[in-house]
Structure formats: C-alpha cells, structure tokens
C-alpha cells in the first residue's frame, strides 16, 4: 500500500499531520528560513549543505496507520497525492477481510495473556481476499516501477506460490 500510494513526492502513504509539517518546512525552506552551513565538496566540486540548527531539521515522516492506507486505496478524496499508483476498487468482502486481518493482527501485537484459538478456514478465506488486493496493486504499473527485475519475478512467485497453497487446501477439505 505504501508503494502504491506514493507519489512523485513520496508523501502519499503519510499522516496527514506529517504531510502538513513538511509542506510547512518547504515552504520556509523556499523563502530562506532554513539554515545551512557548507560541509566541503563533493567529488564533482560542488558544495555540500547540511542543517545548521537542530530547530531547522526536517520533520520525521511518520506512514499513516493501516486502516487509513487501505482507506487511501480506494477513495480519491483521502489520496494525498495524485500522482500515484490507480485507484484500487475494494469490494466489501476485502473490505471486511481487512479489518479482519488487521484486528487479529493488533490482538497479538498487544498482546495480552489469553487462550489462543484460531480457525483456519477463517485465516484462508481472509488471506484470499487480501491477496485479490494485493494482485490489484501488483498488477498496477507504479508502486514497483522501480523494482529489479529478480525481486519482481520474486513477488509474483510468492504470491503464486501462497495461490497453489490455498488452492492445495481447498481440493484437501
């Protein structure tokens, strides 16, 4: 989703907080505000800048949560950036599996002390869903335009090698 959602200025996949924070640290920069002192050269003789204040460091970028991301997918008023990967249309059952996925998914990052019991066939149709999505992305041409060729071809193999799984486990039941 990250991939996807980011932009030409890669601030697509970020909080909107965060987004306003570096829109307002370029714009001081743009007017002068932002001091710089010269480190030495580079190899080509051109001088070299770093931040004179600590006060005048960029923000942080912080990615926006999961839920907001996947809201980002499919809904162009939450886009932050236009220039991006193409809307991704969601249907309710992804929609679902993903709030599926990412509530199981916070029980046991916060994690509390408790029997643990989960069903697969729930876990399968979840991971299906997901994927659709996730195939959706893959198959547009900008979130990895800038893949190597060998982590694209391992991408696709992954996500065919968990398809064959699925599909094994549904001719088993």
């Known amino acids: 989703m990250v991939c996807h959602l980011s932009g030409t200025t890669e601030e697509g996949a970020l909080t909107t907080k965060c987004v306003k924070e570096w829109f307002e640290?370029?714009?001081?920069?743009?007017?002068?505000?932002?001091?710089?002192?010269?480190?030495?050269?580079?190899?080509?003789?051109?001088?070299?800048?770093?931040?004179?204040?600590?006060?005048?460091?960029?923000?942080?970028?912080?990615?926006?949560?999961?839920?907001?991301?996947?809201?980002?997918?499919?809904?162009?008023?939450?886009?932050?950036?236009?220039?991006?990967?193409?809307?991704?249309?969601?249907?309710?059952?992804?929609?679902?599996?993903f709030t599926r996925l990412h509530n199981l998914r916070n029980k046991f990052t916060h994690f509390s002390p408790k029997g643990w019991s989960i069903e697969l066939e729930y876990i399968e149709e979840t991971i299906e869903d997901i994927l659709g999505v996730i195939c959706l992305i893959q198959d547009d041409p900008w979130p990895f335009r800038d893949m190597a060729e060998e982590s694209m071809s391992a991408l696709y193999s992954t996500i065919e090698e968990i398809r064959s799984i699925l599909a094994h486990r549904a001719t088993q039941k």
């Open 25 to 97: 640290w370029h714009e001081k920069d743009r007017r002068g505000e932002i001091s710089r002192v010269q480190e030495g050269v580079d190899e080509l003789g051109i001088p070299t800048m770093r931040i004179a204040r600590k006060e005048d460091n960029p923000p942080q970028d912080i990615v926006a949560s999961a839920s907001e991301l996947f809201g980002r997918l499919s809904c162009p008023s939450k886009r932050i950036e236009s220039s991006c990967g193409a809307i991704i249309k969601t249907t309710e059952r992804q929609q679902t599996a």
